[in-house]
């Protein structure tokens, strides 16, 4: 597995170092919610589902973690992006 934007901010605890040196109420709320969402987009603090094979002999199983959905997220956000376009595409007259 590639490593995610969020170890960026999370190698050395960058994040917590730079808010820590920031002076009180500085940080909008908005911005606090976003990096929090980005950092534990895909782990299990967002919670996961679990399938199973609907064969009874077999014991398969795998657990899928839920991302955060945030449009700010490096991940989920292009993911967004990408829907959009293709919604935008289909409404659109065919054109050169």
Same mark, same amino acid.
């Given at each position: 597995m590639s490593p995610r934007f969020s170890h960026v901010f999370k190698f050395g605890q960058r994040?917590?170092?730079w808010l820590n040196r920031q002076p009180p109420d500085s940080?909008?709320?908005v911005v606090m919610e976003t990096m929090v969402k980005i950092m534990a987009c895909g782990t299990s603090l967002m @919670?996961?589902?679990?399938?199973r094979c609907p064969d009874p002999q077999c014991n398969s199983e795998k657990r899928v973690k839920f991302t955060c959905k =945030?449009? =700010?997220?490096?991940?989920? @956000?292009v993911k967004a992006c990408l829907q959009w376009i293709n919604?935008?595409? !289909?409404?659109?007259?065919? !054109?050169?």
């Open positions: 994040w917590l170092n940080v909008r709320t @919670g996961w589902s679990i399938w =945030s449009q =700010s997220c490096p991940h989920c @956000g919604n935008t595409l !289909a409404w659109l007259p065919e !054109a050169p």
